[in-house]
């Protein structure tokens, strides 16, 4: 279940990441309009996200050994649904928060 759990996160914090954040808004608003519309889809480059997750962390998955060829696209299927997902609930979390800069000045 933690593996779960950091799989998860670490691949929608790098979907956030490469394509929301404003810390790395000099990167993204760069990229070509190819990548960019890759990086915007939070379920295609969740996949490869996850593919990328699980080969650097080789955490067991499902009952799969962490270093068992099958796991990083086990890993970036299951990123395909819940990238999407837990970005869409951090997006809401930040809508909710609002902005700590006054927007008048």
Excluded: N
């Amino acid at each position: 279940m933690l593996a779960v759990l950091l799989y998860s996160l670490l691949t929608t914090a790098a979907f956030y990441l490469g394509s929301r954040a404003a810390i790395t808004e000099p990167i993204y608003s760069r990229y070509p309009r190819k990548i960019a519309i890759w990086a915007d889809c939070a379920a295609c480059s969740g996949f490869w996200y996850g593919v990328v997750v699980a080969i650097v962390l080789k955490f067991p998955m499902f009952g799969l050994d962490g270093h068992h060829w099958l796991t990083p696209i086990v890993v970036g299927l299951c990123s395909m649904v819940w990238t999407p997902m837990v970005a869409a609930l951090h997006q809401l979390a930040m809508i909710y928060l609002g902005s700590a800069i006054d927007e008048e000045g």
